[in-house]
């Protein structure tokens, strides 16, 4: 009999999310700011402020402004999309792709970022 050792995963610490941006931002320079405004108005709104202040870095933002990568913590992920799926402001933020694995998130080409 051959006892094969349990594999545990490795635990989740980041989540990722490919937003896309419309309009597109004018400047990618100023742009992950305004990113990080328009989520946080878009979580105030959904969930008042107390769930505004969630942890959230602003990965890249494209150079055209119409797409931009966000890490967010794995427990935080579902409320930032759900905020983002019903908020009313501009530019307006549309999931492309989330996932737990940074490479899953990039672009069709494959390149990351």
């Known amino acids: 009999m051959r006892i094969t050792p349990a ?14 941006i419309s ?3 004018d400047s990618a320079d100023g742009g992950a700011l305004q990113v990080r ?7 105030t709104q959904s969930f008042g402020a107390a769930l505004s202040h969630v942890y959230l870095d602003v990965l890249w933002v494209a150079t055209s402004g119409a ?9 935080d992920a579902a409320s930032v999309m759900a905020a983002i799926a019903v908020a009313n402001g501009s530019p307006r933020l549309s999931t492309l ?6 490479p899953s998130v990039s672009g069709e080409s ?4």
Do not use: D, M, W
């Open 7 to 20: 594999i545990t995963p490795l635990p989740q610490t980041h989540h990722y999310i490919r937003f896309s």
């Open 110 to 113: 494959g390149k990351i970022f």
């Open 23 to 25: 309009p597109p931002l």
């Open 67 to 75: 797409e931009c990568v966000v890490r967010t913590s794995p427990s």
């Open 97 to 102: 792709k989330e996932s737990p694995f940074l």
């Open 37 to 43: 405004r328009t989520l946080q108005n878009a979580l």
